[in-house]
């Protein structure tokens, strides 16, 4: 059985134009090349 | 490592293809994710997510993943072309606004508990981005929420021409088909549930039909019959009588109208009865003036007559005249003419009527005497000391008349008390019998002072 009121919480308003901007700037583009090539350069450094 | 993270960046990348071409586009977006999540610089990958966003009507979302991907790869960048293609076209692009708007918009009506302004709200979104997988759902959710599963089923459907293997509408899609084969069982309980009324009266709980149906002739006469007899007892005793107050204050009005009248026309009969009376009177006012003014006239000529025979020397016309004057219609001036006149003549009238009706007498013609005598009689009884009046009796006497006899004895013994005429008178009456007769006697004499006896 579907409970409305919680399947609402999952609904997210949809990015608009004037947000993009923000959105992508604020965009957290990290990935798991980024995060293997800091450990390598932490194992080096120690 | 870097190449074996690329590659399985670009496994995804072909997994995520994969799954687009057959509009698995929820399953597409979220290996692609993954995919840039391992390598965020998989340009094909970046632009695949922008393309099955933009499918999924998510235009802004798109439009952020290609500019994301334009900046890692600024040349030979086929973000470049969709970038430019929807920048070239501001229909669009205000489109994917307003759109966006809208359903930012039919989201707080939802939180709001607006539900009929999210539907409209929805459905205008859908009629302009018919792409947008969201707001299918975000509907779909809320017809399920109003029990209308066949809409519901119909919007997830068409979601799902877009994105078969979106699990939230697969989900949605279940439960409107299970609600859809609970429908007839809940429909037919609901309407069972309509029939009957249900309440609590102590502590039991009283269940009857709802509506109980009294379709039966009897019944039907009944009522009708029970609705004759109320419409018969409101018209008698409110109907009825209002009109018959209606009708006593219309009789009363109109017995309150003709006493008016009458009272006016008693009004009017008294007036004109005051009327008549004044000219009655008027008019014997008018006959005694008359009256008087021919007595005055009379008087005046009678007076003139007299004057003429006593310039005559006919002193038995003059006196005549003179008694048929009225003195008190005569003014100051004939009043004195009439006083001179009347002494001079009623001396020489009265000793001419005496010697008169004394030769009658003497004749033994006692009618002749006894008219004389009156004549004296009207002017002065006491003439001559009563001669004439004794004279006048016993020419009565004479004459066989007792009864004005009496009278005229009668007032000599008055008169002339203790003389020989009235002991001569007392005698007579002795004889006569001066009783109680005698009066009526003399009544019928007082009336022959004016109108001698024949």
Known sequence: MIDFEEELKSYEPSLEIEEAVDNIYGHDLTDLTDIFREMLEESRRN | MFKRLIATSNALYNEGLRRASIRDLSGAAEVLRTSLKLYKLNIPARNLLGLVYFE???????????????????????????????????????????????????????????????????????????????AHQLL??????????????????????????????????????????????????????????????????????????????????????????????????????????????????????????????????????????????????????????????????????????????????????????????????????????????NEEYMDAAYKAGDTAYNEGHYDDAIQEFLKIMVLDETYHSGDALYSLAQAYSKNGDDQNAAVYYRKIATLYPDTQRARTAERFLEEYGDTAEDQGAENTAATDETAPAE
């Open chain 2, 56 to 134: 999924m009507g998510e235009g802004v979302r798109a439009m952020a993943e290609w500019v994301i991907s334009k900046n890692f790869l600024p040349e030979e960048n086929p973000a470049g072309r969709y970038l430019e293609e929807i920048q070239n076209n501001p229909t669009q692009l205000e489109l994917i606004s307003q759109t966006t708007k809208k359903y930012n918009q039919a989201l707080l009506y939802c939180q709001q508990d607006s539900r009929d302004l999210a539907v409209i709200q929805l459905k205008k979104v859908l009629s302009v981005n018919p792409k947008m997988i969201r």
């Open chain 2, 140 to 345: 779909a959710l809320l017809y399920i929420q109003e029990q209308r599963f066949d809409l519901a089923k119909k919007t997830l459907r068409n979601a799902l021409k877009l994105d078969g293997s979106n699990l939230t509408t697969l989900r949605y899609l279940k439960e409107c088909n299970q609600a859809l084969k609970r429908e007839p069982e809940r429909k037919k309980k609901e309407k069972q549930e309509e029939q009957l009324n249900r309440y609590v009266s102590g502590n039991e709980m009283i269940i009857q039909p709802g509506k109980l149906r009294d379709n039966t002739a009897l019944v039907t006469i009944l009522n009708i019959l029970i609705g004759l007899a109320i419409g018969v007892l409101i018209t008698w005793f409110l109907v009825v009588p209002g009109v018959k107050m209606a009708v006593r204050s219309e009789m009363n009005v109109q017995v309150s109208e003709a006493n008016e009248t009458i009272a006016d026309k008693e009004q009017t009969i008294l007036s004109l009865q005051n009327q008549i009376d004044q000219m009655n009177s008027q008019i014997e006012a008018a006959k005694l003036g008359e009256e008087e003014s021919d007595t005055r006239l009379t008087s005046y000529q009678q007076l003139l007559n007299a004057y003429v025979a006593y310039a005559n020397e006919d002193v038995n016309a003059a006196g005549q005249a003179l008694a048929s004057v009225n003195a008190d219609y005569l003014d100051t001036t004939a009043q004195d003419a009439y006083e001179t006149i009347n002494t001079q003549v």
